[in-house]
């Protein structure tokens, strides 16, 4: 598997949001349900202020910016967004572990269970770096795996939905140079 058909890291870093959500005491923040997650709508004016989503927001717009929150001891289970083709993700918490895990199913045919399926899944994580937007290529197989802290992540929707690979086109600009 390679990573980049899965995410990729923008290199512009995020400033005043990350700041922002990080320091957020998040206890008492008015949590609405959203495809599983707690979600919590940000202030749209923060795309203007922080450095990186300005930047993303001028190459292609933001329509939607928010927090989702995971329960602690929690696996949001195997599956691709069906409401989204692409997002751009940033991990809040980094005071315990969580996995973000994207994955395929090994074609071999000793893994094939009775239902078809096959039990043994090839997986690449993301390891998310502070302050770091990633696009999120939600259309492939992902999930999360969270242990004892609540686990926040920011996410969007962009104002006109976007495969993956034409993101990373649109973005290339702040993306990592293409090693030979
Ligand atoms: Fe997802």
Not at 67 to 73: D, I, S
Not at 109 to 134: N, R
Not at 136 to 163: A, D
């Amino acid at each position: 598997m390679n990573s980049n058909d899965y995410f990729t890291d923008i290199t512009v870093k995020s400033d005043k949001l990350f700041d922002y959500l990080f320091f957020l005491p998040k206890d008492n923040i008015p949590w609405i349900e959203h495809f599983g997650f707690d979600a919590f709508y940000l202030d749209p004016l923060w795309i203007q202020q922080d450095k990186a989503l300005s930047i993303v927001n001028d190459l292609y717009p933001i329509k939607q910016i928010g927090l989702l929150k995971v329960n602690p001891n929690s696996v949001y289970d195997w599956h691709k967004d069906f409401y989204r083709l692409s997002s751009l993700n940033m991990l809040i918490s980094y005071d315990h572990i969580s996995h973000c895990l994207f994955g395929e199913h090994r074609s071999i045919e000793e893994s094939i269970k009775p239902d078809g399926g096959a039990f043994m899944i090839d997986i690449v994580e993301l390891k998310y770096k502070p302050a770091t937007f990633y696009l999120f290529n939600t259309r492939k197989y992902h999930c999360v795996i969270n242990f004892e802290q609540p686990r926040y992540m920011f996410s969007l929707y962009f104002n006109e939905e976007i495969e993956y690979n034409l993101l990373k086109q649109t973005l290339s600009p702040i993306l990592p140079p293409i090693l030979p």
